[in-house]
T-cell receptor
Framework: EAQVTQNPRYLITVTGKKLTVTCSQNMNHEYMSWYRQDPGLGLRQIYYSMNVEVTDKGDVPEGYKVSRKEKRNFPLILESPSPNQTSLYFC???????????FGPGTRLTVL | GESVGLHLPTLSVQEGDNSIINCAYSNSASDYFIWYKQESGKGPQFIIDIRSNMDKRQGQRVTVLLNKTVKHLSLQIAATQPGDSAVYFCAESYTGRRALTFGSGTRLQVQP
């Protein structure tokens, strides 16, 4: 079974204080992505990565950065968080052989 | 638990009845469709998917129906159980797109 872990699961921070949310997978899948989930808006993709050192913007990339230095990890970086980035964040993985994405447990971020 | 939507459409059914959750999509180019279940405090969990070259696919207690003519997707759950209570999302994608586009979700409440 696909295993995706995210840390931290809950985070409260203040505007402007840089933070990183980690995502790690044990499936050796090539594709990893980040989504945010907001009431009434569903899940929207922030960034994705097709493989190591290959990343690209999703639908709502503003204010976020990512890196993919190794296959199993795909951290989400907020250099200067703002209150409108308060949201529920999910990391997802997918094998290059299928279209099915598997999601992590989520990270609840509150920016004050 | 986490709130994934404050004013979601809600479907309330009796335990043992069949449930039908509907989803409309707008992109004629979409050729891949997927249903997720999200319980409070958890990430979306894959239920079943279907490609546009099919109009029906069955899993364990679940069936997905696709009507491309009217751009409609439905999820049928047979003999609904209390453990089926959750928010259900449909999502779509098309060849070449690296993200899923999610609907806003439907809350299923199973009455014992």
């Amino acid at each position: 079974e696909a295993q995706v872990t995210q840390n931290p699961r809950y985070l409260i921070t203040v505007t402007g204080k840089k933070l990183t949310v980690t995502c790690s997978q044990n499936m050796n899948h090539e594709y990893m992505s980040w989504y945010r989930q907001d009431p009434g808006l569903g899940l929207r993709q922030i960034y994705y990565s097709m493989n190591v050192e290959v990343t690209d913007k999703g639908d709502v990339p503003e204010g976020y950065k990512v890196s993919r230095k190794e296959k199993r990890n795909f951290p989400l970086i907020l250099e200067s968080p703002s209150p409108n980035q308060t949201s529920l964040y999910f990391c997802a993985i997918r094998s290059r052989f299928t279209d099915t994405q598997y999601f992590g447990p989520g990270t609840r971020l509150t920016v004050l | 638990g986490e709130s994934v939507g404050l004013h979601l459409p809600t479907l309330s059914v009796q335990e043992g009845d069949n449930s039908i959750i509907n989803c409309a999509y707008s992109n004629s180019a979409s050729d891949y469709f997927i249903w997720y279940k999200q319980e409070s405090g958890k990430g979306p969990q894959f239920i079943i998917d279907i490609r546009s070259n099919m109009d029906k696919r069955q899993g364990q207690r679940v069936t997905v129906l696709l009507n491309k003519t009217v751009k409609h997707l439905s999820l049928q759950i047979a003999a609904t159980q209390p453990g089926d209570s959750a928010v259900y999302f449909c999502a779509e994608s098309y060849t070449g797109r690296r993200a899923l586009t999610f609907g806003s979700g439907t809350r299923l409440q199973v009455q014992p």
